[in-house]
């Protein structure tokens, strides 16, 4: 497994897919946003924790389609696929790998990102606390996502309009923690909610996604 996870750090940082395309992504959300709603600074500290968790979340999406087509076009999947490993903890080293190459520098460049649109001061810790227990959850659903379309041709649409309901209670949850924090109010309990969130989806999604790659693999 260690070695699965490092091999498929070396392959998504190597494809500059997973690294500098999420960040690229995230930067330009963030700089187009004072632009098309003006540079009133009122109005972006208000809409700025739902911004950066909105970016965060499609920047996460961009590389989610090549999560597993790359081992499935190669044939390294059959193999991975007759491994000793479970196919559960194949696809958590692999939304392991991917949150580690997307989530975690979306993590990082949020507070420097959210200086751009004004944020609050009181909301940046919370800001990145929502978002470091948000994105596990984004990359295992993503994981998710991958194995009920690996093998369709042009199923990046498609893995888009699966994932994006499934994403949508951490969305809420994520930026509703950030928002309370930028306006002083008390954020435990989403960020409890979130919490939760992630560690449901992290029980039980390996299970779903191992379970429909072995339908597909048939």
């Known amino acids: 497994m260690r070695a699965l996870f490092f091999r498929d750090l070396a392959l998504a940082l ?118 470091a227990l948000g994105t596990p959850a984004l990359s295992m659903i993503g994981a998710f996502g991958a194995a009920l379309t690996v093998g369709i041709k042009r199923g990046g649409l498609l893995l888009s309009l699966l994932v994006l309901p499934l994403y949508v209670p951490t969305l809420i949850f994520g930026a509703e923690a950030a928002r309370r924090a930028a306006q002083g109010l008390d954020s435990a309990t989403p960020l409890l909610l979130l919490a939760g969130i992630t560690l449901a989806v992290l029980a039980a999604m390996p299970f779903a996604a191992g379970a429909v790659l072995r339908v597909n693999l048939r």
């Not at 992504?25 to 809409?47: D, E, R």
């Not at 790998?97 to 420097?112: E, N, S």
């Open 14 to 131: 190597r494809a500059g897919g997973g690294f500098g395309l999420g960040l690229a992504f995230f930067l330009i959300v963030v700089v187009l946003v004072p632009f098309s709603v003006g540079p009133q600074s009122a109005l972006l500290t208000q809409i700025a924790p739902g911004v950066l968790w909105l970016g965060a979340l499609l920047a996460c999406l961009l590389s989610l389609d090549r999560l597993l087509a790359v081992d499935w076009e190669d044939g390294a999947l059959d193999l991975l696929a007759t491994s000793p490993l479970p196919l559960e903890g194949i696809v958590a080293v692999k939304a392991a790998a991917h949150w580690v190459t997307t989530g975690l520098p979306l993590v990082l460049a949020a507070p420097v990102l959210g200086v751009l649109l004004n944020l609050a001061p009181s909301g940046y810790g919370v800001l990145v606390v929502s978002l």
